[in-house]
Structure formats: structure tokens, C-alpha cells
Nanobody, 123 residues
Framework: QLQASGGGLVQPGGSLRLSCVAS????????RCWFRQGPGKEREVVSC????????YYAEPVKGRFSISRDNAKNTIYLQMNSLKPEDTAVYYC??????????????????WGQGTLVTVSS
């Protein structure tokens, strides 16, 4: 099971850090990702990190502003979000892919999903 936290209300230009804790060890996982779904929008990938070598992927809208990291000792991934914009408003979900079959773009075939944490960027 995954537990996401860290969402909240922030003004444009502000920062938040999201966390996603897994209930068990994630050492053997292939990758872990953050997705989001804004109001009236479809789910979209935000960022992913591959466990074996730390390779990261960022969606174009968040490049240069968001940073994904992992702490395997704590079974946790983080999403540091800086320079937040109103269009970043969404429910953010973390997801884990143990076997390496998950599609980083669509989110299909991921093993586990967190419950989501709401990020609202508004003045």
C-alpha cells in the first residue's frame, strides 16, 4: 500500500513537497511515479524514477520546476514542487511498478496506487 501526503493550498510561485510511503520494502521495485489529475482533466504523468540507477523522467510542463527523489531506506519517494502555477492544481497520486511493465506515460499496469493528495495553487 502507498500513502501520499504533503498536499495543500499554496500561492502561485510557492513550493510544496509531496511524500509517498510504501508499506513494505521497495528495494526490488522497478520504478515509482507521480501522476496527477486536474479538475476536468485526464490523469497525466508528472515524474518517474527508476530504482536501479535513479534515472528520472519529467513531463514537459514540470521540467525545471519539479524534482523527484527516493529514499529506499524509508521506502519513500518525494516530489519537490517549486514555482507552482495555478495549472498545477490537481490531485497527485503516487504509483509503483515492481516488474517494469508499467507504462510511464499512461499509468497502465502499475501495481499499486496511493490515495491521492490535493494540491491547490491559488492566490
Amino acid at each position: 500500500q502507498l500513502q501520499a501526503s504533503g498536499g495543500g493550498l499554496v500561492q502561485p510561485g510557492g513550493s510544496l513537497r509531496l511524500s509517498c510511503v510504501a508499506s513494505g520494502s521497495t528495494l526490488g521495485y522497478h520504478s515509482r511515479c507521480w501522476f496527477r489529475q486536474g479538475p476536468g482533466k485526464e490523469r497525466e504523468v508528472v515524474s518517474c524514477i527508476r530504482n536501479s540507477d535513479g534515472h528520472t523522467y519529467y513531463a514537459e510542463p514540470v521540467k525545471g520546476r519539479f524534482s523527484i527523489s527516493r529514499d529506499n531506506a524509508k521506502n519513500t519517494i518525494y516530489l519537490q514542487m517549486n514555482s507552482l502555477k495555478p495549472e498545477d492544481t490537481a490531485v497527485y497520486y503516487c504509483a509503483s511498478d515492481r516488474l517494469g511493465v508499467g507504462n510511464w506515460i499512461s499509468g497502465s499496469d502499475f501495481d499499486s496506487w496511493g490515495q491521492g493528495t490535493l494540491v491547490t495553487v491559488s492566490s
